[in-house]
């Protein structure tokens, strides 16, 4: 990192000039008492999860018979939302690794939190393959292991089997990436605690710490380390969704067999992540706060990454459309245009308009800088992005090679409710996460205030104690 | 701070002896090869007669017409190779400028001369490709056949029709040209006048001028390469084409800046800006691979004929589709992937110059084999090997891209003066790692 | 551990750290180590650190991962279990392509974190050893090994100089 910087750089930290104020501030929620407002939408989120959960339970006991499936839409809902999910996975990633390669300043202070959140995305993902499995119990068999079953082996072929290697490297990658950079923040959750006399908080998060005690050699060798598992994550979140794209895309069907789907389905990842992002990153902003850390700067290069990956999105759809007309291939030109103009042509335009057209919105600096519209937009964004998904899976398949076999689709309660379900589940992580961890690096934050003012505690002529931490 | 380069006496030479040597190279290609090119075209002669009946890679080459893989036509391909390459680089270097403009990007201040010079080849590049304007039904087949002799391609005539192809292209060099002329226009007011309203106005131009790219590219990828081949589609040819470009971009500013500082100029240059642009092509090197392995595999498992034609002229080995080109596919992806891979991986090796310049080297190499792989299938048919016109054509080009580029450097100060990121730029480090 | 004493200079700013240390250095002073909230940038020099390295064990790992991918599947599928899908041949090498990076990754990861936590000696539950009960929220310890010095006074008006709030002795 440069150590000279421009003057017309902006501040990412602001109104704070000691080290002690960001610990302060960030470990605030985690020493105070729950407020009711936390615990409500906790339990509510509990609730709607218990919801999902019954209703997975009611699909394993009846069979995948409950939901909405036919011979020829045999996909949809399930791939629909594991595409999603697995998605909005991709901007926690991206964030800490892309951006940290890049050297992008405005990563350190919502990092975390997109981890946690890619982290509870690629849990939610993981259960709707599994899911569609029918015998759920019997996902040990997707495992490449020596057996008694005549010596079955895996297929090394099907990009199935790619997903299952893909997603479970990336989400333990992802897991161990989040947890090595918890590491030094739980040490000072631990010597906060310790100084505050709450021994049992300070054991706990003594034990998470690891030990950690901030030396400088210690420290030499976890940036490296960080770099380097960066580095690695990389093209690992890059080979997560091209890997998802080639679910489809290796097959021969109008619509999924084309060869953009890879880089595409990253473009579109990245994006609908960061639309999650958006969202809880608003609300986080406000509860906690964090506009300190987490500043209108933030905010507006978030959104440019919207505008980035968004145009990249709606630029991918126009070079399909264009090359199915190109291509002369009467399936491939069929196919593109009853996706618009056929019975879910309703979808598409859903997908086109919140994809393309709102985040174009972005462009201006009065709605970039507008928290309730930015809001908005990034509902718009979550919506617009599943409908995408929706959009591949169901118009490719409703209409068949042969007429005799065109179908349609309609979700059935069930499917519905263990998506809300996985929904339930995301938010009641998340909202642990905010309360029990810090939902900020602190010690990444600190690394951005320059020329900081000497702590309270000197001021006041003690030294090694603790001011005003509520016990 | 003020630096200027001086394109001495000693290096024209070199670079108009690049140019005279290059046409002379051409010009004894041009006779010794007019032989071989027919033997060529009796081989596959033979071959046609061989696999008569089937569907035939051979003969869908040359269109229903069939000429023989004239000397003419070999020399079209290899211009509109030579014009494509600088192209690229050039654009490569002008998306660099720009995509670091949006970024707020502090750390390529200093260096950013070079970009700039390098994007003053355009007006010549696109110079290269009007020449090839008049010679479109000599290299495309869609623009040789007569409407109603093959069905597909008078499905794509809406599109691929010669008055729609020279429109489209001009409006893309002229967009291209003004973003590069507008940028280099306001980064040496920035030099006179300072503030920050030719910067502010640069970001706004970079914005747009990424949008108009990335639509312009990629039509231009499918104009100039993919069309050679009227039949074939992928919906990723655009980008991997610009992956190409950016990998050969990079190796050029890198090269360019060894040169310079090798002659004493930028001092303030130092080992973290190389190490950036190394990792830059390490990146782009391991991105181009990515899309390769995605249009090669996505095509290669669905096995498709319409698709797969593609591959099957270019790795075919033993039956009826054998264009000679197997070698060649296979060496591209060792010059293009697993050679920087490996050689580029650690620190030092992108800080090295006796590690790096080799590599760079090779990576140059590869870029030209990629788009070699490319155009020659479609243009030519059979591979005609690389012998004196190949290597004479290119080094024309080089001598030139060389000379306006060097030019350019002499015309403005290489110290970005009065840029607001110069300070963050001369004292850039990437710490320990 | 075995118990030391250590003489601590503890400052509240990283760039007078910085500059104490450098100081130290120019008096070949053996520093112990220094604890701070965060990494300080441009202070390995000052403290002799090596490059870690960590980076060649994860390419060792990289390599490892990628051996057991081909190995798996090129054992399962030509050896053991060869089997026609799709028409393709049983050693399908574009098919190889994903499985082969992800366990290359998998291996470098996780292979390359748990040698740093072998290294570090970091385990779950472990005793942290403090100089200062603030040093990991907003305070920067410079420890020297009591042992190991011979003019203890010119360290302490080299801490003070460079504006040290506390100089201390402690024994961890």
């Known amino acids: 990192m440069s150590h000279v910087r421009s003057p017309i750089r902006q501040k990412w930290v602001t109104n704070t000039e000691t080290y002690g104020k960001i610990t302060e501030d960030i470990t605030r929620p985690i020493e105070s008492k729950p407020n009711p407002i936390w615990l409500a939408a906790t339990a509510f989120s509990g609730l709607v999860m218990t919801i999902g959960f019954a209703l997975i339970g009611w699909t394993m006991w009846k069979g995948i018979g409950t939901w909405g499936l036919n011979p020829t839409v045999g996909w949809a809902f399930d791939i629909t939302n594991f595409v999603f999910w697995v998605g909005i996975g991709h901007a926690g990633t991206l964030i800490s690794a892309v951006l940290l390669l890049f050297r992008q300043e405005w990563r350190n202070s919502i990092n975390r939190a997109s981890e946690a959140m890619t982290i509870f995305a690629v849990l939610c993902a993981g259960l709707f393959p599994i899911l569609h499995m029918g015998r759920p119990w019997l996902g040990l068999w997707f495992l490449p292991l020596p057996n008694t079953r005549g010596s079955l082996w895996v297929n090394f072929n099907s990009p199935l089997l790619w997903d299952v290697f893909a997603i479970s490297t990336y989400l333990t990658v992802s897991l161990v990436f989040w947890y090595l950079g918890m590491i030094p923040d739980f040490a000072t959750i631990r010597d906060r605690m310790a100084r505050a006399g709450r021994k049992v908080a300070a054991a706990i998060y003594g034990g998470m710490a690891f030990g950690w005690e901030g030396s400088s050699r210690n420290w030499s060798r976890f940036e490296i380390i960080s770099l380097i598992l960066s580095g690695l994550a990389t093209p690992l979140v890059l080979s997560v969704h091209s890997i998802v794209s080639m679910d489809f895309a290796t097959s021969v069907i109008p619509g999924w067999h084309t060869t953009i789907f890879p880089p595409y389905f990253v473009a579109g990842a990245i994006f609908s992540g960061f639309g999650m992002v958006q969202t809880l990153m608003i609300v986080t902003r406000k509860v906690y706060k964090l506009e300190n850390y987490i500043t209108m700067d933030h905010m507006e290069s978030i959104a440019k990454i919207v505008i980035a990956t968004g145009s990249l999105v709606g630029f991918a759809y126009m070079t399909e459309f264009f090359i199915a007309w190109y291509s002369g291939s009467l399936w491939e030109r069929y196919i593109f245009i009853n996706r618009a103009f056929g019975p879910f042509g309703w979808s598409y335009w859903i997908m086109f308009t919140c994809n393309v057209i709102t985040p174009q919105l972005f462009w201006f600096k009065k709605i970039r800088t507008n928290m309730v519209i930015t809001f908005i937009i990034s509902i718009f964004i979550n919506v617009g992005m599943w409908f995408e998904r929706f959009v591949i899976i169901v118009t490719s398949l409703h209409r068949d090679f042969l007429p005799s076999s065109w179908a349609s689709y309609v979700p059935t309660w069930v499917e519905a409710g263990i998506f809300i379900g996985t929904f339930g589940l995301f938010m009641f992580c998340f909202f642990l996460f905010s309360k029990f961890l810090p939902v900020v690096n602190m010690f990444e934050v600190k690394t951005l205030l320059h020329h900081p003012k000497k702590p309270a505690h000197l001021e006041a002529g003690e030294s090694g104690t603790s001011e005003s931490v509520s016990a | 701070m003020s630096e200027r380069f001086e394109f001495t006496g000693r290096y024209r030479n070199i670079v108009f002896g690049l140019i005279g040597v290059g046409i002379v190279l051409l010009l004894a290609g041009i006779f010794f090869s007019d032989q071989s090119g027919t033997a060529a075209h009796d081989a596959e002669h033979a071959a046609v007669v061989i696999e008569q009946g089937d569907v035939h890679p051979v003969a869908d080459t040359h269109g229903h017409g069939h000429e023989a893989p004239t000397t003419g036509k070999r020399i079209l391909a290899n211009v509109l190779i030579g014009a494509l390459y600088f192209m690229t680089i050039t654009m490569g270097a002008l998306f660099f400028l720009a995509i670091h403009r949006v970024g707020n990007a502090g750390w390529q201040t200093a260096i950013r001369r070079v970009p700039e010079a390098i994007t003053s080849y355009l007006p010549v590049a696109v110079v290269s490709f009007a020449a090839l304007f008049f010679f479109l039904d000599h290299l495309f087949e869609w623009a040789h056949l007569e409407p109603g002799v093959d069905a597909l391609i008078d499905e794509k005539r809406a599109y691929l029709n010669e008055g729609g192809f020279i429109i489209r292209n001009l409006i893309f060099f002229g967009g291209w040209f003004g973003a590069a002329w507008y940028l280099r226009k306001l980064s040496l007011a920035q030099d006179q006048e300072g503030g920050l309203f030719h910067f502010k106005r640069a970001e706004v131009i970079s914005a747009v001028f990424i949008i108009f790219f990335a639509i312009s590219y990629s039509l231009f990828a499918i104009d100039w390469v993919k069309s050679l081949e009227p039949h074939w589609f992928s919906t990723i040819f655009g980008i991997y084409i610009f992956a190409g470009s950016m990998v050969s971009a990079m190796v050029t500013i890198y090269l360019i800046l060894v040169f310079l500082k090798k002659q004493g100029y930028m001092s303030y240059v130092n080992d973290a800006h190389f190490h950036d642009i190394g990792k830059y092509v390490f990146g782009f090197s391991v991105f181009w691979a990515y899309i390769w392995v995605a249009q090669y595999l996505l095509i290669w498992y669905s096995n498709i004929p319409e698709e797969g034609i593609y591959y099957v002229k270019r790795y075919r080995v033993e039956d009826h589709a054998y264009l000679g080109y197997s070698f060649f596919f296979y060496f591209n992806v060792l010059v293009n992937f697993f050679v920087p891979f490996l050689a580029l991986m650690t620190r030092n090796a992108k800080r090295t110059f006796s590690v790096f310049i080799p590599v760079g080297v090779i990576l140059l190499y590869g870029h030209w084999h990629d788009l070699f792989l490319m155009v020659m299938p479609g243009a030519v048919g059979y591979n005609p090997g690389i012998s004196l016109i190949e290597v004479g054509t290119f080094m024309t080009f080089l001598g030139l891209f060389l000379f306006v580029v060097f030019t350019a450097l002499t015309r403005a100060n290489l110290v970005p003066q009065k840029h607001p990121y110069l300070e963050e730029s001369l004292h850039h480090t990437t710490g320990e790692v | ?172």
Not at chain 3, 62 to 68: D, K, N, S, V
Not at chain 3, 93 to 103: A, C, N, Q
């Open chain 3, 1 to 172: 551990m075995s118990n030391k004493q250590f003489l601590l200079g503890k400052f509240w700013d990283p760039d007078k750290l910085l500059e104490a240390l450098g100081q130290l250095q120019k008096d070949e002073v053996p520093v112990y180590d220094v604890y701070s909230p965060f990494p300080i940038h441009g202070i390995e020099p000052l403290l002799n650190i090596k490059r870690t390295r960590l980076t060649v064990a994860s390419f060792i790992y990289g390599a490892m991962g990628l051996m057991t991918a081909l190995l798996l599947m090129g054992l399962v599928f030509g050896v053991i279990w060869p089997m026609n899908i799709g028409g393709k041949p049983s050693l399908a090498w574009p098919d190889f392509v994903p499985i082969s990076f992800e366990l290359t990754v998998l291996f470098a990861a996780h292979g390359m974190v748990l040698t740093f936590l072998v290294v570090g000696q970091y385990w779950p539950g472990k005793k942290a050893v403090l100089m200062d009960d603030r040093q990991t929220d907003d305070v920067f310890v410079v420890a020297i090994d009591k042992t190991r010095i011979t003019d203890e006074q010119a360290i302490r008006s080299v801490f003070e100089a460079n504006g040290a709030y506390e100089i201390t002795e402690k024994e961890v």
